[in-house]
């Protein structure tokens, strides 16, 4: 796992990602470069929702849409960097059906408030944490040069983004039951990506 | 009417806002700088949060994104400028009960497709307007001299954003039906406003 994916906690460091990215989920990525790119702009455009989403339902949380505002933008930025890409290669943006990741995180969130928020900001940092380290692996494995570049390019702010939606959980919670859920959660998170999803996804 | 929220179509123009503000609003307004800031940054949130809903519902259509996720951007800029000068003075987001307005002009979105889709840009155009009409107001009548200078800045953005709003709609759909819609939901959108909502608001 990429060190980068782990803040600093005191003495020790969290672990976002409890299992690599196998080597599997490479090559069928690698191989299905457009799928990838159309679905990692579905990723991006999502991202952005789910920040936008948050500034909605917490409208009122002393410097939050401070943060997740501008994270939004960068994440908008990227959607529009990856169409264009996609554009430039004659596709456009269409519906891709999702692989069960997304759903299977959202389902483990809290339903009840405060933790349903602290479970928000570790699922779309984990989120995060997983684009990143396999935005890495696409940046060092992609036969494409202007998709390794891309790639490159991204994940310096996908790796900023995660610690956001750290320091909002951090900022807000007690350590010790943050710590216990990013751990419940990031469980969840690796198990969901144990069986490969066939469907070539980000996070298939 | 300001002329700019006047698209030109042929030789005539086309007309987004039938009724100009009262003096009422202006007053109304100016004696409220803060209630008026707080929910103009609510309105800049709801705006990124619109066009990110278009993008989400017509995902498939060419050439909607691409101009909508530099908008919402756009948006969240304006939301985070607004948000600034809140913070500098004392104060934080926080809900505001909206006025009738939005609602009233969300009622009159046909249901069906695919007029749903053009009265949809045409209701967003039409905020555009309306909001870009109250700012040059507020521009102009302020008696603070900062947030004169923040509603002249914003504007020019938001005198783009309906022209975005109408492209769309000209690029989709019959000119005919696009004028009898606009000028269905014109009226709906002046006529929101002709009793004045008691709270100060940028839509009241």
Redesign the interface.
Do not use: I, T
């Given at each position: 796992m990429d060190n980068s994916t782990s803040p600093i906690v005191g003495q020790s460091k969290i672990r976002w990602l409890i299992n690599k990215t196998s080597e599997d989920w490479i090559n069928l990525a690698i191989s299905n470069p457009m799928e990838i790119l159309l679905d990692h702009a579905?990723c991006e455009?999502k991202a952005?929702?789910v920040a936008?989403q948050l500034?909605?339902r917490y409208?009122?949380e002393?410097g939050l849409?401070?943060v997740l505002?501008?994270l939004?933008?960068e994440e908008?930025?990227h959607?529009?960097r990856v169409?264009s890409i996609l554009?430039a290669r004659g596709r456009?943006?269409?519906?891709l059906a999702s692989p069960p990741y997304g759903s299977i995180l959202a389902k483990n969130i809290c339903k009840d408030e405060p933790i349903r928020m602290l479970d928000s900001f570790l699922v779309a940092g984990l989120i995060e944490a997983r684009s990143h380290e396999r935005m890495t692996l696409l940046s060092i494995h992609s036969p494409d040069l202007e998709l390794r570049d891309l790639y490159a390019d991204l994940l310096k702010s996908e790796a900023r983004h995660f610690g956001v939606y750290w320091k909002l959980a951090d900022e807000r919670f007690d350590r010790n039951i943050l710590i216990s859920r990013l751990e419940a959660l990031a469980r969840v998170e690796s198990d969901a990506l144990v069986e490969m999803h066939k469907e070539p996804r980000m996070h298939s």
């Open positions: 579905h455009r952005a929702g936008l500034m909605f409208v009122s002393p849409s401070e505002s501008p939004a933008r908008l930025e959607f529009e169409l554009n456009h943006l269409q519906k």
